[in-house]
T-cell receptor, first 114, second 115 residues
Framework: AQTVTQSQPEMSVQEAETVTLSCTYD???????LFWYKQPPSRQMILVIRQEAYKQQNATENRFSVNFQKAAKSFSLKISDSQLGDAAMYFCAYHGGATNKLIFGTGTLLAVQP | DSGVTQTPKHLITATGQRVTLRCSPR?????VYWYQQSLDQGLQFLIQ???????AKGNILERFSAQQFPDLHSELNLSSLELGDSALYFC??????????????FGEGSWLTVV
């Protein structure tokens, strides 16, 4: 069965600094996608970024980028120039071709210090 | 705004009761997913429907059921409610049903409190 692990329950970063959130996953599938979702205090789940496993190039969305290491099954999220509005719970998620469902990690709570 | 609409946003009910949560997917999306988020269980996949048919099943209790109607909206029925069913229930939608990688968009959730 596919699993997603986020080993950092909480992280903290200073405003304008860079922070990296870790995620590892386990799968035997070759076709899959990886996502990072943000859940602010409002509790809405907001898509931050997605990565196709067949692509070697790391995805980037403005200040958010990923470091995708397929062989190591690692998918970390880097937030540059952190802003107060980035404070939230961040979930890493896996979507495989056979599983047909989005499997989430346990989340990392990010605090941004002014 | 993701385009996924869930009602009600909040509800409080007593143990043993039954409630129905409603979801309208984004325009053009054929798949609807239901997730449960509780403090001790994290985000749990419950069930997926694609174009009216059940496509995938997760950790959904027998007391829970769901369906997707011809207009593609979906309802999650929770019966014989227990205190432990208190959670945030998310509906999500995507264009496709079976392909990995369809981006899944979430609604704002329905807060259920069982007292």
């Amino acid at each position: 069965a596919q699993t997603v692990t986020q080993s950092q329950p909480e992280m903290s970063v200073q405003e304008a600094e860079t922070v990296t959130l870790s995620c590892t996953y386990d799968t035997s599938e070759s076709d899959y996608y990886l996502f990072w979702y943000k859940q602010p205090p409002s509790r809405q789940m907001i898509l931050v970024i997605r990565q196709e496993a067949y692509k070697q190039q790391n995805a980037t969305e403005n200040r958010f980028s990923v470091n995708f290491q397929k062989a190591a099954k690692s998918f970390s999220l880097k937030i540059s120039d952190s802003q107060l509005g980035d404070a939230a719970m961040y979930f890493c998620a896996y979507h495989g071709g056979a599983t047909n469902k989005l499997i989430f990690g346990t989340g990392t709570l990010l605090a941004v210090q002014p | 705004d993701s385009g996924v609409t869930q009602t009600p946003k909040h509800l409080i009910t007593a143990t043993g009761q039954r409630v129905t949560l409603r979801c309208s997917p984004r325009s053009g999306d054929l798949s609807v997913y239901w997730y449960q988020q509780s403090l001790d269980q994290g985000l749990q996949f419950l069930i997926q429907y694609y174009n009216g048919e059940e496509r995938a099943k997760g950790n959904i209790l027998e007391r829970f059921s769901a369906q997707q109607f011809p207009d593609l909206h979906s309802e999650l029925n929770l019966s014989s409610l227990e205190l432990g069913d208190s959670a945030l229930y998310f509906c999500a939608s995507s264009v496709g049903g079976g392909m990995a990688g369809n981006t899944i968009y979430f609604g704002e959730g329905s807060w259920l409190t069982v007292v």
